[in-house]
């Protein structure tokens, strides 16, 4: 699976994110083999500031459902928490190549645990996104949560039911391949 690594908005932080580069590719191999079904989407991480993250969340999650400059602020609905309070997040990469783009908040992962345990999360949701037509549900709840394309009340609660299942599944994960990580 080819990674990229960068930070966006953040001064500082250059062991984090040294740590971040040498942590990376043992995580998504460990995910990867976890699986075994499938290589991992095209994947870029960055590391990020609370402000970073909302703001590269709400850009490139609106370019990848195409939903218009004026209403891509109300995508931001669709993070759990407030940026400040998030360790990360993960959405659709946004141009053809597909892919996925994982926000780390630095400001919330400040141990090497911390960033192990985000890192797999995020790893794993990386995988759930290749899923069959996984791509096309978040889009669906994108352009739903901007007002681009209203989806029907059974669509919505499906798709609540799949995140919950998808969360479950990436902690009964992590809680598996953390150690392993710290091994290798």
Known sequence: MPLETGRYRLMGSRSTLAYLNSQAPKAAALVADYFGRRPLAVTEIVLTTPGGLLQLFTSTQAAAA?????????????????????????????????????????????????????????????????????RERWIAALRDVSGVQSQPPRMKRAMDKVTAADDAEAVRVVKQLQQRLRAA
Do not use: C, F, H
């Not at 992962?109 to 797999?120: F, S």
């Open 66 to 134: 195409n939903i218009p400059q004026d209403k891509a602020d109300q995508t931001a609905d669709l993070l759990r928490a407030k940026p400040r309070k998030l360790y990360s997040t993960t959405g659709l990469r946004p141009g053809k190549g597909g892919g996925t783009v994982t926000l780390i908040n630095a400001r919330r992962n400040k141990t090497a645990r911390d960033l192990d345990e985000t890192l797999l999360y995020e790893l794993v949701a990386v995988d759930q996104m290749g899923r069959s037509k996984a």
